[in-house]
């Protein structure tokens, strides 16, 4: 069983330049989140989604933007980077029913900007 | 964003004693409260979770203890173990949405 899936793993750009990381979620997952993870400390929540459409918005600028697709797989966009957006993007998604409040974590892209 | 306190920030334990991380929250409508554990370079794992309706949760070494009235909650991890070395983080979250984490505590169990 595939869990959820992140790519690329490792990237490194330039302050200025633009990103874009991709998550699929666990099979049968209708929820995609995405967090930030700044070296030693807790995941910061960016955006939910589900059935494609966004349901929250953490406290990030709008350089944030994300998407969900028909097949449940998302992609968050950052624009104009800045080095303060260096950190860990971890894409997590959750099921329905009883699982519906479990958040399952990919190992996540870390992001270098230099 | 932070609103879920976290501490403390790190822990050292003896193999076999009891770790002991502590949580608080402003929220009264958060409705589900999740320990979760992370190595390095991996994406953070759920151990553990709670619901405000219930005091105490136990599953195998670790326990959730809950205080709604004072809104905190606490992770005991019981016969701490070398394996246990590793970051802990509580969260909280409301209708299965926008859940929040805490800072993470960087535990180290010593053989």
């Known amino acids: 069983d595939a869990g959820v899936t992140q790519s690329p793993t490792h990237l490194i750009k330039t302050r200025g330049q633009q990103v874009t990381l991709r998550c699929s979620p666990i099979?049968?997952?209708?929820?995609v989140s995405w967090y930030q993870q700044v070296l030693g400390q807790g995941p910061q929540f960016i955006f939910q989604y589900y059935e494609k459409e966004e349901r929250g918005r953490g406290n990030f600028p709008d350089r944030f933007s994300a998407r969900q697709f028909p097949n449940y797989s998302s992609e968050l966009n950052v624009n104009a980077l800045l080095l303060g957006d260096s950190a860990l993007y971890l894409c997590?998604?959750?099921?329905?029913?009883?699982?519906?409040?479990?958040?399952?974590f990919g190992a996540g892209s870390r992001l270098t900007v230099l | 964003q932070q609103q879920v306190k976290q501490s403390p920030q790190s822990l050292i334990v003896q193999k076999g004693g009891i770790s002991i991380i502590n949580c608080a929250y402003e929220?009264?409508?958060?409705?589900?409260f999740p320990w979760y554990q992370q190595f390095p370079g991996k994406g953070p794992a759920l151990l553990i979770a709670?619901?405000?309706?219930?005091s105490e949760k136990k599953e195998g070494r670790f326990t959730i203890s809950f205080n709604k009235s004072a809104k905190q909650f606490s992770l005991h991890i019981m016969d701490s173990q070398p394996g246990d070395s590793a970051t802990y983080f509580c969260a909280a979250s409301r209708n299965n949405n926008d859940m929040r984490f805490g800072a993470g505590t960087r535990l180290t169990v010593k053989p």
């Open positions: 709670i619901r405000p309706d219930v």
């Open positions: 929220n009264t409508a958060f409705d589900y």
């Open positions: 099979s049968g997952h209708k929820s």
């Open positions: 997590a998604s959750r099921g329905g029913g009883a699982g519906a409040n479990v958040l399952t």
